[in-house]
């Protein structure tokens, strides 16, 4: 069973910018794709990004294409999440997540293993 962890998060002014990190152990981390989820107080968590499993390609919402960029090295198990220009609409907990075997997908139901999410508080 993957584990994985992220860390990053914090507070940070409008205008600026975070880099998050998700570090998996166990599993098979190169063989699949990974994501980046959010959930801000009182919506659904929904899409942030997500890397094939040989980092191209790759695909961002709407909302933050253009600002943030995932990235990912398999030597280290890890993937990254680097956030810039960052607004209090990108305000949420930012969870990372493992694709399923075989797949390339914003769906979280195509996502079978999660972090514990790592707090962005953006203010204005």
């Known amino acids: 069973q993957v584990q994985l962890v992220e860390s990053g998060g914090g507070f940070v002014q409008a205008g600026g910018s975070l880099r998050l990190s998700c570090v998996a152990s166990g599993g098979t981390f190169y063989r699949r794709s990974m994501g980046w989820f959010r959930q801000a107080p009182g919506k659904e968590r929904e899409f942030v990004a997500v890397i094939s499993s040989l980092s191209r390609p790759s695909s961002y919402a709407d909302s933050v294409k253009g600002r943030f960029t995932i990235s990912r090295e398999n030597a280290r198990n890890t993937v990254y999440l680097q956030m810039n220009s960052l607004k209090p609409d990108d305000t949420a907990v930012y969870f990372c997540?493992?694709?399923?075997?075989?797949?390339?997908?914003?769906?979280?139901?195509?996502?079978?293993?999660w972090g514990q999410g790592t707090q962005v508080t953006v203010s204005s």
């Open positions: 997540a493992q694709g399923t075997q075989g797949t390339y997908s914003s769906l979280s139901a195509d996502f079978d293993s």
